[in-house]
């Protein structure tokens, strides 16, 4: 839940725990299950497409950061006071390392009249695949009031499931049924993806999802224009503009406590938010700052990023396209320790979590070499320590 931050999503705000109990403080939600709706009647087709529109932006979300839901059911889907529909229950998701080696997942799981016929065969199923049937059965409650698959003899079930034998309603209309029949596909290889039903046309009608979570905020920044002091030779405090400059692009100074500072047992952001310790990367380099700087401006060119310098020795590296959670943005500070050793710190501001860690380990990390002296590992650091003050000395 903490990989999936999605306004169709309830949210998880932490987690607490003593030795009997743990505690899931998570986002209130007034509106109860969408099944006490469908209960009363199947809905109108505008409004469970709807609700369909924003399951599968959820689901879809979900799966990019590689978690199956596998108990998709009317019941796990909230409604908010204004009607928004919330995924919530994921006591049976799975994460995508948990595949076996053939790549499929092998836990027979979830509630039998919404589950793919490829999980009760017990041969292996494609996560994604799974949910995306569990979807076409929320749909088809939605719009005829039961279940497409229900029978009172469970094995008798399973056989219309295997069979993919259901059949629609004369009031679905003739999109509706189209998209049911490749979402009820029995071969999960070639059933409907949810990137293809959110090109279906019957889909996108009225089409209005929530963008909140493709935009965060982002702080303002203080930058120097290049040219402000090309025709004034102007003063501040008893200097020039340039002596100011110069100033405040010297890297910030890192002394012995700063150092033990930043060690990961007094790291207490790490302690409470797993994501702080996932975007952020230390280094440390004999390197002069001006050099560490033109290394990191080459990397951001190769990788399209766009450089802004910053006060101090930060810099920020920002993509020009946005990903699902806006426009992706790399922070890189330099820490003066003496004027031969820097301390460098990589970590996201903004943008999408496992987007910046990629970039990190597959992109930045290989293209450092040249000047990294050691990643940090701050126990390591604290160790040198004494190394670094003869250096100084």
Not at 253 to 260: G, M, R, S, V
């Amino acid at each position: 839940m903490k990989l999936v931050s999605h306004p169709n999503i309830v949210q998880l705000y932490e987690v607490l725990a003593t030795k009997n109990k743990i505690y899931f403080v998570i986002e209130y939600v007034k509106g109860g299950e969408l099944f006490n709706k469908v209960v009363k009647g199947k809905l109108k087709e505008s409004l469970a497409r709807k609700y369909f529109q924003q399951l599968i932006s959820a689901v879809d979300f979900c799966h990019s950061r590689g978690v199956y839901h596998r108990d998709l059911k009317l019941e796990n889907l909230l409604l908010d006071e204004h009607g928004n529909l919330k995924i919530s229950d994921f006591g049976l998701s799975v994460l995508a390392e948990s595949k076996h080696q053939d790549g499929l997942l092998h836990t027979t799981c979830g509630t039998p009249t919404y589950v793919a016929p490829e999980v009760i065969s017990r041969k292996g199923y494609n996560g994604s695949a799974a949910d995306v049937w569990s979807c076409g059965v929320i749909l088809f409650v939605l719009m005829a009031g039961y279940l497409p698959f229900q029978y009172s003899n469970l094995m008798e079930m399973y056989k219309k499931i295997a069979r993919g034998d259901f059949k629609c309603p004369k009031s679905f209309p003739r999109e509706v049924r189209k998209l049911l029949t490749k979402i009820f596909d029995t071969n999960p290889a070639t059933r409907i993806s949810i990137p293809k039903i959110m090109e279906n046309l019957w889909f996108k009608k009225s089409l209005n999802l929530s963008k909140s979570f493709n935009t965060e905020l982002v702080s303002k920044e203080v930058t120097i224009p290049s040219d402000a002091d090309t025709d004034f030779d102007l003063y501040v405090n008893g200097g020039t503009v340039s002596d100011a400059k110069l100033e405040l692009s010297k890297p910030a100074n890192l002394n012995a406590f700063d150092i033990i500072s930043l060690s990961a047992g007094l790291d207490l952001p790490g302690l409470f938010d797993e994501k702080h310790k996932k975007t952020e990367e230390r280094f440390t380099s004999q390197q002069p700052s001006s050099a560490i700087i033109s290394k990191l401006e080459d990397i951001a060119k190769n990788l399209k990023l766009k450089v802004q310098k910053k006060v101090g020795g930060l810099l920020k590296l920002e993509g020009e396209t946005a990903g699902r959670k806006g426009v992706l943005s790399i922070e890189a500070e330099i820490f003066e320790v003496t004027p031969s050793f820097h301390l460098v710190e990589v970590k996201k501001s903004s943008g999408d979590t496992l987007e910046c860690r990629d970039i990190l380990k597959q992109e930045i990390r290989p293209a450092l070499k040249d000047i990294v002296w050691t990643w940090q590992g701050f126990q390591m650091l604290l160790s040198i320590l004494p190394r670094i003050y003869l250096i100084y000395d």
